[in-house]
């Protein structure tokens, strides 16, 4: 294909299907060679599944065009590649440390949370006790709740809870000195948007309104370049997360390189309609 022609949204998402389906198999082999603890080996393997798993499903909605939604589940990859890159990129005790908070302890405060938001369903809603039984379950025994407050006092749990928010993540990796996670502190921009969407506040809604009034050529064009953005993003998280993956196992990251270098057609595309949407939105005043 001509290198100066703009090639279809729905095309270049599954070119990044293919690229990130390579990548992650290409960081499941460099797994077989970490000489990790087991619990950090586990959870950071759990996590990195998941952010494939959800990759791929936004990779299909913008195959369909469908840019919001395809930013709310970028969101939930880069929150999920930022969470196992900060248990990986660092000493090992730091790691044993990181994986226990995130897959042990966060979910045990978690538990606290549903189980009280349970016990008001089961208390307060009229039903017949079989249809209430799922969500009985849910509610935790008072000697239970009360071991887990006195092992996690409530300044402890915000704290934790503070440590492991995306945003404070960003925040260390701008300050770590390390220049590979410096750069995912610009994400915080794209994520705040991605929050207006999911809670469908005002800010979130008049977005979507107001590309809704906008000519068709802006519209087309900034949509186009909205999904290309995403599509980008998800390589980028899955690629920073795989990279992190080669350091740990000790792998050069020629592979790596290598792979993008592959997929060129596919950045250069996705870089396109950018282009193309700047050009519309700022160069042409016809538009």
């Known amino acids: 294909m001509n290198q100066n022609e703009n090639i279809e949204v729905g095309l270049l998402a599954a070119m990044a299907s293919d690229y990130i389906n390579e990548l992650f198999h290409k960081g499941l082999s460099a797994y077989d060679q970490l000489s990790l603890k087991e619990s950090v080996h586990f959870v950071t393997r759990q996590i990195y599944l998941s952010c494939e798993i959800t990759a791929e499903s936004t990779l299909l909605l913008a195959k369909y065009e469908r840019d919001w939604d395809s930013e709310i589940l970028v969101r939930s990859v880069s929150e999920g590649c930022i969470k196992g890159i900060y248990i990986l990129e660092c000493d090992e005790d730091t790691q044993n440390e990181r994986a226990e908070e995130y897959w042990s302890i966060l979910p045990e405060i978690s538990e606290l949370r549903q189980s009280e938001r349970a016990a008001w369903l089961v208390g307060n809603l009229e039903s017949d006790i079989e249809s209430m039984k799922p969500i009985e379950d849910i509610v935790i025994p008072d000697s239970e709740i009360y071991r887990i407050k006195e092992v996690h006092g409530k300044q402890k749990r915000k704290m934790l809870e503070q440590k492991w928010s995306f945003m404070e993540l960003l925040r260390y990796f701008q300050t770590s000195g390390n220049k590979r996670l410096n750069a995912l502190a610009g994400l915080a921009y794209n994520y705040g948007i991605s929050s207006n969407l999911v809670h469908k506040d005002g800010t979130g809604v008049a977005l979507m309104s107001e590309r809704i009034t906008r000519s068709d050529i802006r519209r087309i064009a900034i949509s186009k370049a909205h999904i290309s953005r995403c599509i980008s993003d998800v390589c980028t998280f899955m690629d920073v ?36 949407f700047y050009a519309i939105e700022y160069d042409d005043n016809s538009a």
């Open 241 to 276: 997360f795989t990279g992190s993956i080669f350091i740990a196992s000790k792998i050069g990251k020629d592979g790596l390189v290598n792979l993008r270098e592959k997929y060129k057609s596919l950045f250069i595309g996705l870089s396109k309609h950018y282009d193309n």
